[in-house]
């Protein structure tokens, strides 16, 4: 597929434009013309760009770019970071808050969806909605550890049953003064906000920045296979955190 091409569609369906957002969201670094095979990954690093170069990626799609708001020197891991993106031609694509967003393909939707939450609604880029029945808060830690393959950290300010649930991914702890359902999942969290959880009588699921982040890309890369036939291969890098 042509490069240019796929740019201006992911553009227009991930509505790029429309996101106040640190991160240069689109394509940041440009290769070859021809894309051939897509790649997925959640961050913007060497580890990842050398994966793609050992996988024949051609077009990389990552979360978390390489340029957030301030210009830097290409010097030192910055400069070798490029290397390796032109030592391939790998285009490199990025898409932050307009991912997290997205109805059909981001970051919190998909997780609302595996979960099996109905009557879904956007909260800032997240999204909010209910399970069919009220469900025990250790199952809702159960299912999210089953899904992205690592144990989540449980604060239990509130009840031990939940119903409504808000989902924010990544590093969203700072809107849980504006959380008012029955639990918050986020990915990371935040010092500051430990006895407030509790003193506001809030639950809230950590489950990881990195792999709460995994849905998304994942999702879009399956997107452009049903809709162009690339193929495409998730570039798996956690971090723990």
Known sequence: ???DELVAYLDGYLRIRE???LSLNGLQVEGKREVRKVGAAVDAGLAIFEKALEAGVDFLIVHHGLFWGKPFPITGHHKRRLEALFQ???????????????????????MARALGLLDLEPFDVGVKGRFPVPTPLVRVADMLGQLT???PL????????????TIVSGGAAGLLERVETDLFITGEPKHSLFHETFERGKNVIYAGHYDTETFGVKALARHLEARFGLPWVFLDHPTGL
């Open 154 to 165: 449980v604060h239990q300010g509130g009840s031990e049953w939940v119903e409504t649930v």
């Open 149 to 151: 393959g690592m144990q």
């Open 19 to 21: 996101f106040q957002d």
């Open 1 to 3: 597929m042509d490069r």
């Open 88 to 110: 391939g031609e790998i285009n490199l694509y990025a898409a932050h808050l307009p991912l997290d967003a997205h109805p059909e393909v981001g970051n919190n939707w998909e």
